[in-house]
């Protein structure tokens, strides 16, 4: 018993040395677009593991965030859409870190297989309700979408420019819940991370395009936003958020951010 | 002169002084039991001083009669009133199916069935109790939405009745058990004197046990109303979760997932994530409620 007791102590004490207890060094301090938390976070654990600074991650959006970077509150700012020409123009300057596309899924029994970023507006908008107006069966078209606050509907909304105006059947709290409520209704319609669809469910091609890494990468796939980094361009970073900048935006930090669900961008 | 030596032994040992280690076994319990009691102060005081900031912003009135609730668009509206009728009608809908189904369960097991097919159904029973409710939720939404969608022709299954179901089904074994236990107490005499009169078994049950075991059979009711207010994971799976105005074939949104739906999201110290500590309240007062109703019942059962 006594050897257990003592096997545990060193244990315990030897993953508090390996880890460093107390050791903090410099943070780097990231601010901006909520939909952004799975890939920084992500991001974030893993340099921490390796180089042992921590990366702060503030939510508060991403005309927040590029504020923030600006006023010099935070090292680097994170932005779900690019930067505006006024924005550049003030200094900042963006590098786009991963992005994330957004897949357009129905059940597979359905007919239907492409649609246009128009109609898909209209579709969430309320103002076509019917499949057979888009060339499906005669069947009442079921809404699914994610809860207020989510990443993946606060993007859709933005892209398919239909914020708070969408009328849906059902807001589900994950993507798995609508991926599995869109293969058992044959007239549901929503949308998910590209990264998690699955075969149980039919992805529609949009204005033609079929969703791919390779058609978001290049842009062809028109429902998807780039995760811009933030800085500013006159000004230099700090060590180490230089450190953590370099990081991300290398080739070995793409797994990280595929697994996070979104598309790297090198 | 025997009994006065038993006293005098009885005395000794009344009086004397507890030793060390009683005592501090019992400073021991006493710290266990206010941590239950420091616990509830706790939440209950946290509740209150966040879910006031927002109820004085939003106005009670507006925010317990609003019809619409939005909180994360640009006008945002915090009307409560959709959650608060969700909660209450589901609720009703989960008790009228589950409390006739619990109650003639439990009067069969307690009274009629066998004592072998009695203990089959109760480990059944028990069993249905020990469901996490992400399964009832689960099996929900896998198998209860398709099939009212099939049987009611609606375009979706998400729905009020859904939940109803899924709540009727979870009460269940809270109803019976209880119902269960209330029954057995019945004293043997009343039933044997019943019969004795000339009363069939069933006019024995109906009229002498259950009559007798009431405020316990009460008791199991508002136990059953209970856990189907405070549900939210199985529910959430089933409901829908649009802030509707309750409709049997309406997707819905109850109190607690209206809390847990939104608050992974909401920022700290914003009015969202406020009015979502002032719905858990409104919650809170609802349970609290039922509670004290519940401690009604079970006072007057001893009572009697």
């Known amino acids: 018993m006594k050897k257990i007791i003592s096997l545990f102590v060193t244990v315990m004490l030897l993953t508090c040395t390996l880890t460093g207890c107390g050791g903090s060094k410099e943070a780097v301090a990231t601010d901006g677009s909520t939909s952004m938390n799975k890939v920084i976070g992500a991001l974030g654990e893993s340099f921490e593991a390796d180089t042992g600074i921590t990366v702060t991650y503030n939510a508060t959006g991403s005309g927040a965030g590029i504020q923030a970077v600006q006023e010099g509150r935070c090292d680097i700012g994170l932005s779900s859409r690019n930067l505006k020409t006024e924005e550049l123009e003030k200094g900042l300057e963006g590098t786009v870190l991963a992005y994330d596309g957004i897949a357009i899924i129905v059940n597979l029994n359905n007919p239907v297989s492409d649609l246009t970023v128009e109609m898909i507006a209209r579709i969430y908008t309320g103002e076509i309700t019917n499949w057979s107006e888009v060339g499906g069966s005669d069947t009442e078209i079921v809404l699914i979408g994610r809860e207020a606050g989510s990443g993946t509907r606060d993007g859709f909304e933005s892209i398919t420019d239909t914020e708070d105006v969408c009328v849906y059947r059902q807001e589900l709290t994950s993507t798995g819940d609508v991926i599995t409520t869109v293969a058992s209704n044959p007239a549901a319609i929503g949308y998910a991370s590209l990264a998690s669809v699955k075969d149980t469910v039919k992805p529609l091609t949009v204005d033609g395009i079929a969703p791919s890494e390779q058609t978001i990468k290049d842009g062809s796939y028109v429902v998807q936003r780039p995760f811009v980094l933030v800085t500013k361009a006159d000004a230099e970073l700090s060590e180490s958020a230089q450190k953590f900048f370099d990081y991300v935006t290398s080739g070995e930090a793409s797994e990280i951010i595929s697994n996070a669900g979104v598309v790297p961008a090198n | ?304």
């Not at chain 2, 004397?16 to 239950?36: A, D, Q």
């Not at chain 2, 609606?154 to 899924?166: E, M, N, R, W, Y």
């Open chain 2, 1 to 304: 002169m025997k009994r006065g030596l038993v006293l005098d032994d009885f005395e000794r040992t009344r009086n004397r002084k507890p030793r060390f280690y009683e005592k501090v076994i019992h400073g021991i319990f006493l710290m266990l039991g206010l941590i239950t009691v420091g616990c509830v102060l706790l939440i209950t005081i946290y509740l209150i001083i966040s879910g006031i900031p927002a109820i004085k912003e939003i106005d009670l009135i507006n925010f317990l009669f609003g019809k619409e609730w939005a909180s994360t668009a640009a006008e945002p509206k915090y009307g409560i009133l959709p959650f608060i009728l969700t909660s209450v009608y589901g609720t009703t809908g989960a008790i009228l199916i589950g409390v006739p189904i619990g109650f003639f369960a439990a009067v069969y097991l307690s009274k009629i069935a066998s004592q072998k097919l009695r203990s089959v159904i109760e480990a059944a029973v028990s069993l249905l109790a020990g469901i996490p409710s992400v399964v009832y939720g689960l099996v929900g939404m896998l198998v209860l939405v398709p099939a009212i969608r099939e049987l009611f022709h609606v375009p979706d299954g998400a729905s009020l009745l859904a939940a109803i179901v899924v709540l009727a089904v979870m009460i269940l074994p809270n109803i019976i058990k209880v119902s269960i236990t209330a029954l057995d107490a019945v004293p043997k005499e009343y039933e044997d004197a019943s019969l004795a009169l000339g009363a069939t078994p069933i006019e024995t049950i109906f009229k002498v046990s259950v009559p007798a075991a009431k405020s316990g059979i009460a008791a199991a009711v508002v136990l059953g109303v209970g856990r189907a207010i405070g549900e939210a994971m199985a529910v959430m799976m089933v409901a829908g979760n649009v802030a509707n105005m309750p409709s049997l074939f309406q997707s819905v949104r109850f109190l607690t997932t209206a809390v847990s739906g939104e608050m992974a999201y909401s920022s700290p110290g914003s009015l969202q994530r406020n009015a979502l500590f002032s719905i858990a309240l409104i919650l809170f007062l609802f349970i609290m409620l039922i509670n004290a109703t519940l401690n009604f019942f079970l006072k007057r059962d001893k009572e009697k």
